[in-house]
């Protein structure tokens, strides 16, 4: 019998695939680099083992992390993007498709500011690298905003100052994740404008996408049970935020009628796959409440021993293109964003008088959050005074079973014809709407 074990155990040994180091002869030069950039507030060290982890257990392989200054009040996204092209660029490259993107928080803001500019030849941007990317995995990235970036903002740069030598993070870079931000109104048109299809269908031809998105570890106690997303995340940002797939309406004529309600016609934009796991933001507490969604501990340099979620899902869709998800996690998000930009005629002169309201907001299946913004309470978050644009967040949860319920809207200002839509909003999902509305 002991003999039957042992040549069974020196079977497993003799087969068991062996990584090989990224300068290994066998490699013959072909190595994966793995690039990993981090988000606001962070560096290298966010990350813990993910690195090692990667290095030491898939073969040919190579991490480099691409690292920046959070705390430049004078530095925005695109910038950190700029800077990105630059550090690939001294990347050699060691084979087809030799890079792969990984991405928390801001960074996945980054990594895709990086590929828009890239593919339209943006100057500052070198277009040769984009055919090297592989692989997009972004690790709670607020691709639509973050409630944690208005707090900031709020708590840190209240004053209307540049530089503030308290705050870890810097103010473009807040200005930057706030929702209905510049940033943002701008990420909405390069993605959804219908120029920018030929992006959107490299996108999701030629790049393989991965949000994970983290979920803090009380889906299944008392506090989830009182109608805030704030439990729907991973404390920093919620769970609608951190997928690039999205609901997306248009109501774009201006030929309607103030007392007729427009059904507008949903579209689904999927450009990626999707995987929920355990885990915060960042570590709390050493990971007495949760660990952080990429904060990868030691033990997962032995795979038989890691037990992280957010490195098992990554490692799972690097190796072998398959998605691991809690199917527990889906099973409790009710949550839903409903982003609306409204675009005002000319000569408009209290824009700040613009409202959105919720006709149905005594619907019982819908529970509204009490954080709304609209342009009459947070006409400094919302409006583009410039241009015209109004842009207004409702934020809530879908109480039934079903997946996905309408919500109807009313756009009001004195000056403009009231415009009335009906638009599909869905539990865990961003739904994009732009319309415009005339004058009386």
């Given at each position: 019998?002991?003999?039957?074990?042992?040549c069974?155990?020196?079977?497993i040994a003799l087969?068991?695939p062996?990584?090989l180091a990224?300068?290994?002869?066998?490699?013959d030069?072909?190595?994966q680099n793995?690039?990993i950039i981090?988000?606001?507030?962070?560096?290298?060290k966010?990350?813990g083992f993910?690195?090692?982890?990667l290095?030491?257990?898939?073969?040919c392989?190579k991490?480099?992390?691409?690292?920046?200054?959070t705390?430049?009040?004078?530095l925005?996204t695109?910038d950190?993007?700029k800077s990105?092209d630059?550090f690939?660029n001294?990347?050699?490259?060691?084979?087809?498709k030799?890079l792969n993107?990984?991405?928390?928080?801001?960074?996945?803001?980054v990594?895709l500011?990086?590929l828009?500019n890239?593919?339209?030849?943006t100057?500052?941007?070198?277009?040769?690298?984009?055919k090297?990317l592989n692989?997009?995995v972004?690790?709670?990235t607020p691709?639509?905003?973050?409630?944690?970036?208005?707090m900031?903002?709020?708590?840190?740069?209240n004053?209307?100052?540049?530089n503030n030598g308290i705050s870890p993070?810097?103010k473009?870079?807040?200005n930057?994740m706030?929702?209905?931000?510049q940033f943002f109104?701008?990420?909405i048109r390069?993605?959804f404008h219908p120029k920018?299809?030929?992006?959107?269908?490299?996108l999701k031809?030629e790049?393989k996408v991965?949000?994970?998105?983290g979920?803090a570890p009380?889906q299944n106690?008392?506090l989830?049970g009182i109608?805030?997303?704030f439990f729907?995340g991973?404390f920093i940002?919620?769970?609608?935020s951190?997928?690039?797939?999205?609901?997306?309406a248009?109501a774009?004529?201006l030929?309607?009628?103030?007392?007729?309600?427009?059904?507008?016609?949903t579209?689904?934009?999927?450009?990626g796959?999707?995987s929920?796991v355990?885990g915060?933001?960042?570590?709390?507490?050493?990971?007495?409440?949760?660990?952080g969604?990429?904060?990868t501990?030691e033990?997962?340099?032995e795979l038989?021993?890691?037990?992280h979620?957010?490195?098992n899902?990554?490692f799972?869709?690097?190796?072998?293109d398959?998605v691991?998800t809690?199917?527990?996690?889906?099973?409790?998000?009710k949550?839903?964003?409903?982003?609306?930009?409204v675009g005002?005629p000319?000569g408009?002169?209290?824009?700040s008088?613009a409202?959105?309201?919720?006709k149905?907001?005594?619907?019982?299946?819908?529970?509204l959050s009490?954080y709304r913004f609209?342009?009459?309470?947070?006409?400094?978050?919302s409006?583009?005074?410039d241009?015209?644009?109004?842009?207004?967040?409702?934020k809530?949860?879908?109480?039934?079973k079903l997946p996905?319920?309408s919500i109807e809207l009313?756009i009001r200002h004195?000056?403009?014809?009231?415009?009335?839509?009906?638009?599909e909003?869905?539990?865990?999902?961003?739904?994009?709407?732009?319309?415009i509305?005339?004058k009386?």
């Amino acid at each position: 019998m002991k003999k039957l074990l042992l040549c069974g155990l020196l079977t497993i040994a003799l087969t068991t695939p062996k990584a090989l180091a990224a300068g290994d002869d066998s490699c013959d030069g072909k190595i994966q680099n793995n690039i990993i950039i981090h988000g606001i507030g962070g560096s290298k060290k966010s990350f813990g083992f993910m690195d090692r982890s990667l290095e030491k257990n898939i073969p040919c392989t190579k991490s480099h992390h691409f690292e920046y200054n959070t705390k430049s009040s004078q530095l925005s996204t695109v910038d950190f993007a700029k800077s990105l092209d630059s550090f690939l660029n001294n990347i050699p490259v060691t084979k087809e498709k030799d890079l792969n993107f990984i991405m928390h928080s801001q960074g996945g803001l980054v990594g895709l500011t990086y590929l828009f500019n890239t593919y339209n030849k943006t100057e500052g941007f070198s277009a040769e690298n984009l055919k090297r990317l592989n692989k997009f995995v972004s690790m709670s990235t607020p691709f639509w905003g973050s409630d944690f970036a208005m707090m900031g903002q709020s708590v840190f740069f209240n004053f209307n100052i540049d530089n503030n030598g308290i705050s870890p993070f810097g103010k473009n870079q807040l200005n930057d994740m706030k929702y209905g931000s510049q940033f943002f109104q701008g990420q909405i048109r390069n993605l959804f404008h219908p120029k920018n299809r030929g992006f959107l269908n490299y996108l999701k031809s030629e790049i393989k996408v991965l949000n994970i998105s983290g979920m803090a570890p009380f889906q299944n106690s008392f506090l989830s049970g009182i109608g805030s997303q704030f439990f729907e995340g991973d404390f920093i940002v919620n769970i609608p935020s951190m997928t690039l797939n999205t609901l997306n309406a248009m109501a774009g004529s201006l030929n309607y009628k103030e007392d007729l309600v427009q059904v507008l016609k949903t579209h689904k934009s999927e450009l990626g796959k999707q995987s929920y796991v355990i885990g915060t933001h960042i570590d709390v507490y050493a990971g007495t409440i949760g660990y952080g969604v990429v904060d990868t501990p030691e033990e997962c340099l032995e795979l038989s021993a890691c037990d992280h979620p957010g490195f098992n899902s990554l490692f799972s869709f690097l190796t072998k293109d398959v998605v691991l998800t809690d199917k527990e996690i889906t099973k409790v998000i009710k949550g839903f964003d409903l982003h609306v930009m409204v675009g005002f005629p000319k000569g408009i002169t209290k824009l700040s008088e613009a409202q959105i309201v919720v006709k149905n907001q005594e619907d019982k299946e819908i529970n509204l959050s009490n954080y709304r913004f609209n342009g009459n309470e947070h006409k400094n978050i919302s409006l583009d005074l410039d241009k015209g644009i109004g842009y207004f967040l409702i934020k809530g949860s879908l109480i039934s079973k079903l997946p996905s319920n309408s919500i109807e809207l009313e756009i009001r200002h004195p000056e403009i014809t009231t415009r009335r839509v009906v638009v599909e909003v869905e539990k865990g999902k961003a739904t994009i709407l732009r319309m415009i509305v005339r004058k009386k």
